[in-house]
């Protein structure tokens, strides 16, 4: 029996398990949130107050629908995102990514840097600057993630998540006072003229955008494979988007709060300080505490689990350019690999330039703009592989009409904003 049959084999729980389920989803959901989520949602909040809540519930309920997708392909084929667009597209789709994955990295690298930064040097009061909280956090998370291994990964996750998750809520909770506000904000969708690059902002941050290809490679960690995997992995890609939008929208909550409510302008040296200090103000010192450690558990976590996940791209999409056979392209995505240890060395350098930059929201905000792009790009390859490539006796079911529908909206709606912002279209 292969490696890949006994994986199938294995038996799915009987019971609903609550560990089990704080798994993959929830690793990608934090891997996603980080930097992007609360910058992106920062700066909506702060500059359209709430009417922009909307963004975050449906950017979290496309993520959903595209990390499905990303899942059912591979419990169909037992093969990756990436495999699947180098088996099944044109040369160009992987020239495309290949650029695409080098740009992303840099610039979803830079911008973790340099919010662990914000986060460590709030809350030491600048006794740790930011530009070296910035580079103590890079290289430390790429060492963690070269000697700690899978599981030691998960378990500092884990923690990480329940920190920031909890701690960002509680605040949400406690300045909340605007329930008719919120209602609209997320009922009423509305794009104020001039914000469309905000809308894209919010939509590429939150829940993430390559990283969610992260969850392929975590399935194989976690040994889940075969088509009895599917309804368990739809829960728990459930549960991660739910944490996921709940946290985007806590954040604005208390951004509108923290700026825009009194007519305070975000700056890059009071992003994060401001917001802990009016939490201060209502709370008392406990909300500057905990706002200021739920932001830094939360970029710490995004850090972690792209420092971690990315190098699987690049490792794999080597093995795949190489046209190395199945079994070599695996021993590629082990962390004890070359390709593996290079790509980490990477993504560790690559943003200590960008940590003693002066502009540190302007270089979170421009990656999640960038991230975006990659939305539009990932829901057309799903709407062909998963509907035209899985196999017909695989055990997994093709797209359904919903799924197409979602698919198919993901794509007007980034073409409906971009244009929009463009001045194409009549506000």
């Keep these: 029996m292969t490696a890949v049959e006994e994986r199938q084999t294995e038996r799915v729980p009987s019971a609903f398990s609550v560990t089990k389920l704080l798994g993959p989803g929830l690793l990608v959901a934090a891997a996603g949130i980080g930097a992007g989520d609360i910058v992106s949602a920062t700066l909506a909040g702060a500059g359209q107050g709430l009417v922009l809540l909307w963004a975050v519930a449906l950017a979290a309920f496309l993520k959903f629908f595209l990390n499905e997708g990303i899942a059912r392909w591979q419990l169909a084929t037992d093969t990756t995102a990436i495999e699947g667009w180098c088996q099944h597209l044109p040369w160009w789709v992987r020239t495309?990514?290949?650029?695409?994955?080098?740009?992303?990295?840099?610039?979803?690298?830079?911008?973790?840097?340099?919010?662990?930064?914000?986060?460590?040097?709030?809350?030491?009061?600048?006794?740790?600057?930011?530009p070296w909280g910035a580079v103590a956090h890079s290289v430390i998370g790429g060492l963690f993630v070269l000697i700690g291994g899978f599981s030691g990964f998960e378990k500092v996750m884990k923690v990480l998540i329940a920190t920031m998750f909890f701690s960002i809520l509680a605040c949400a909770v406690l300045t909340f006072g605007a329930p008719a506000a919120v209602l609209k904000g997320l009922f009423v969708p509305t794009i104020p003229a001039g914000a469309g690059t905000t809308v894209l902002s919010v939509l590429g941050g939150i829940g993430g955008s390559i990283a969610m290809l992260a969850y392929n490679y975590w399935l194989r960690e976690e040994k889940m494979a075969g088509p009895q995997w599917v309804k368990f992995v739809r829960a728990d890609i459930a549960i991660a988007y739910v944490f996921t939008a709940?946290?985007?929208?806590?954040?604005?909550?208390?951004?509108?709060?923290?700026?825009?409510?009194?007519?305070?302008?975000?700056?890059?040296?009071?992003?994060?300080?401001?917001?802990?200090?009016?939490?201060?103000?209502?709370?008392?010192?406990?909300?500057?505490?905990?706002?200021?450690?739920?932001?830094?558990?939360?970029?710490?976590a995004s850090l972690l689990g792209v420092w971690q996940s990315v190098p699987y791209l690049f490792a794999?999409?080597?093995?795949?350019?190489?046209?190395?056979?199945?079994?070599?392209?695996?021993?590629?995505?082990?962390?004890?690999?070359?390709?593996?240890?290079?790509?980490?060395?990477?993504?560790?350098?690559?943003?200590?330039?960008?940590?003693?930059?002066?502009?540190?929201?302007?270089?979170?905000?421009?990656?999640?703009?960038?991230?975006?792009?990659?939305?539009?790009?990932?829901?057309?390859?799903?709407?062909?592989?998963?509907?035209?490539?899985?196999?017909?006796?695989?055990?997994?079911?093709?797209?359904?009409?919903?799924?197409?529908?979602?698919?198919?909206?993901?794509?007007?709606?980034?073409?409906?904003?971009?244009?929009?912002?463009?001045?194409?279209?009549?506000?």
């Design 96 to 130: 495309y990514f290949g650029f695409y994955l080098v740009l992303w990295t840099v610039s979803v690298s830079a911008a973790l840097t340099g919010a662990t930064g914000l986060g460590i040097a709030n809350i030491t009061g600048g006794a740790i600057p930011r």
């Design 246 to 300: 709940l946290f985007g929208i806590s954040v604005m909550i208390i951004a509108n709060q923290a700026f825009h409510v009194p007519g305070v302008q975000v700056s890059n040296a009071q992003a994060v300080t401001k917001m802990a200090e009016t939490l201060r103000d209502i709370i008392g010192p406990v909300g500057f505490y905990a706002y200021s450690i739920g932001f830094w558990a939360a970029v710490f």
């Design 316 to 427: 794999d999409f080597y093995g795949l350019l190489r046209r190395y056979d199945r079994a070599r392209r695996a021993g590629l995505t082990q962390v004890t690999s070359t390709p593996y240890r290079l790509a980490l060395l990477f993504i560790t350098v690559a943003p200590i330039p960008f940590a003693f930059m002066d502009q540190p929201l302007l270089v979170i905000r421009t990656f999640t703009i960038v991230g975006s792009l990659f939305i539009p790009f990932l829901a057309a390859t799903l709407l062909y592989l998963n509907n035209f490539r899985i196999p017909a006796g695989s055990g997994v079911a093709k797209n359904s009409a919903l799924t197409n529908a979602v698919l198919v909206f993901a794509l007007a709606v980034f073409a409906l904003v971009g244009a929009a912002e463009a001045g194409l279209l009549r506000r």
